[in-house]
């Protein structure tokens, strides 16, 4: 079953950046990426797209973080977002998801997979 594993996240003050990453994992069988997206959460909020892309490459990216993030994929195995100049309102649990194809010897399966979470915090 493909699993998503998120890296990057971690405490940093306002202004200095951070990369995150989200690699597949738990499979041995050729993957295939098509799209992806991060995500960020703050207790009692709902869920919101940060930035997003597709598989044509184009991008999304919310208001607050247009010009300082920049979200980038690697169709075989990851998808990263770079934060630049990050600010407090930034602090959140930043998720992942991709899209794509799982490749056995048998068959081919899509996925739609959600990581696990990385916690960001920045500090005034």
């Known amino acids: 079953q493909v699993q998503l594993v998120e890296s990057g996240g971690g405490l940093v003050q306002s202004g200095e950046s951070l990369r995150l990453s989200c690699a597949v994992s738990?499979?041995?069988?050729?993957?295939?990426?098509?799209?992806g997206g991060w995500y960020r959460q703050t207790p009692g909020d709902q869920r919101e797209l940060v930035a997003a892309?597709?598989?044509?490459?184009?991008t999304n990216y919310a208001d607050s973080v247009k010009g300082r993030f920049s979200i980038s994929i690697d169709h075989a195995k990851s998808v990263e977002l770079q934060m630049n100049n990050l600010k407090p309102e930034d602090t959140a649990v930043y998720y992942c998801?991709?899209?794509?194809?799982?490749?056995?010897?048998?068959?081919?399966?899509?996925?739609?997979?959600w990581g696990q979470g990385t916690q960001v915090t920045v500090s005034s």
């Open positions: 998801n991709a899209q794509g194809t799982q490749y056995s010897s048998t068959r081919a399966r899509d996925f739609d997979t």
């Open positions: 738990g499979t041995t069988d050729r993957t295939t990426i098509s799209a």
């Open positions: 892309i597709s598989l044509g490459g184009s």
